[in-house]
């Protein structure tokens, strides 16, 4: 293998409905390897508040009720590349979401002499994902969280850590809101998955399993990709 392509600062890219654990992984990932996760709505936050170039562009955009466009994003994208603390390497979160947007990503990838080491889609059991989180409660009163079918209070509507019989659903978390979720979730990520997979990037793992399983094998991509 080329040596000099190592030491470019990796590109990976972490696909998953909301739900799956994308977060929990992905900060595993950061610690574990050095890695710095860039979310589209952390990015755009940070350059608006920086007021570089891109992120003026980006605050006109939004303030007139705009949707920012897939160049300013990608201006963003590499002036944060750039920056010290990405040197290691990036966890991409939420971009690209297109895949006219993963094409204007590889061509930034060419001009900085980076490339997508891996794209790692988390695989779920829709019906499995919709019974997990519909199923999901909270004390209104501590917070505790609790779960109709995996993990119910001792006494039925009473929470066990504080007494109180106050207890909270979140709206989003409705059987058909997390159904459609995930189904919009599969329409616009298929293309994407193609896509890498064509390119010979992709990986998949299951993501239905303990969270520590998730993160070993994640970790395993993660190390063969770098
Ligand atoms: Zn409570």
Same mark, same amino acid.
């Given at each position: 293998?080329?040596?000099?392509?190592?030491?470019r600062?990796?590109v990976?890219?972490?696909?998953?409905?909301?739900?799956?654990g994308?977060?929990?992984?992905?900060?595993?990932l950061?610690? +574990?390897?050095?890695?710095v996760?860039?979310?589209?709505?952390?990015?755009?936050?940070?350059?608006?508040?920086?007021?570089?170039?891109?992120?003026?562009?980006? +605050?006109?955009?939004?303030?007139?009720?705009?949707?920012?466009?897939?160049?300013?994003?990608?201006?963003?994208?590499r002036?944060?590349?750039?920056e010290d603390?990405?040197?290691?390497?990036?966890?991409?979160?939420?971009?690209?979401?297109?895949?006219?947007?993963?094409?204007?990503?590889?061509?930034?990838?060419d001009?900085?002499?980076?490339?997508?080491?891996a794209?790692?889609?988390?695989?779920?059991?829709?019906?499995?994902?919709?019974?997990?989180i519909?199923?999901?409660?909270?004390?209104g009163s501590?917070?505790?969280?609790?779960h109709d079918?995996?993990?119910?209070? +001792?006494?039925?509507?009473?929470?066990?850590?504080?007494?109180?019989?106050?207890?909270?659903?979140r709206?989003?978390d409705?059987?058909?809101?997390?159904?459609?979720?995930?189904?919009a979730?599969?329409?616009?990520?298929?293309?994407?998955?193609?896509?890498?997979q064509?390119?010979?990037?992709?990986?998949?793992?299951?993501?239905m399993?303990?969270?520590?399983?998730?993160?070993?094998?994640?970790?395993?991509?993660?190390?063969?990709?770098l």
């Open positions: 293998m080329d040596g000099d392509v190592l030491t600062p990796a990976l890219i972490l696909l998953g409905p909301p739900g799956a994308k977060g929990t992984q992905a900060r595993r950061e610690e +574990k390897f050095g890695l996760q860039l979310s589209t709505g952390d990015l755009l936050r940070a350059a608006v508040a920086a007021g570089t170039e891109a992120g003026q562009a980006a +605050k006109a955009v939004m303030e007139a009720g705009g949707l920012v466009s897939d160049e300013i994003v990608i201006n963003i994208l002036d944060r590349l750039a603390d990405c040197q290691q390497g990036v966890i991409l979160d939420g971009f690209p979401r297109t895949t006219v947007q993963a094409a204007a990503l590889d061509e930034l990838l001009e900085t002499g980076q490339r997508i080491n794209a790692i889609s988390l695989e779920v059991d829709d019906a499995a994902m919709v019974e997990r519909s199923g999901r409660y909270t004390c501590c917070g505790e969280g609790y079918n995996f993990k119910q209070p +001792k006494v039925q509507g009473t929470c066990d850590n504080c007494g109180s019989t106050e207890m909270k659903r709206a989003d409705k059987a058909e809101t997390v159904a459609s979720r995930l189904e979730y599969h329409a616009q990520t298929a293309p994407l998955v193609k896509y890498y064509t390119k010979g990037v992709l990986a998949s793992i299951d993501a399993g303990a969270i520590d399983e998730i993160t070993t094998a994640l970790g395993d991509i993660v190390s063969d990709a």
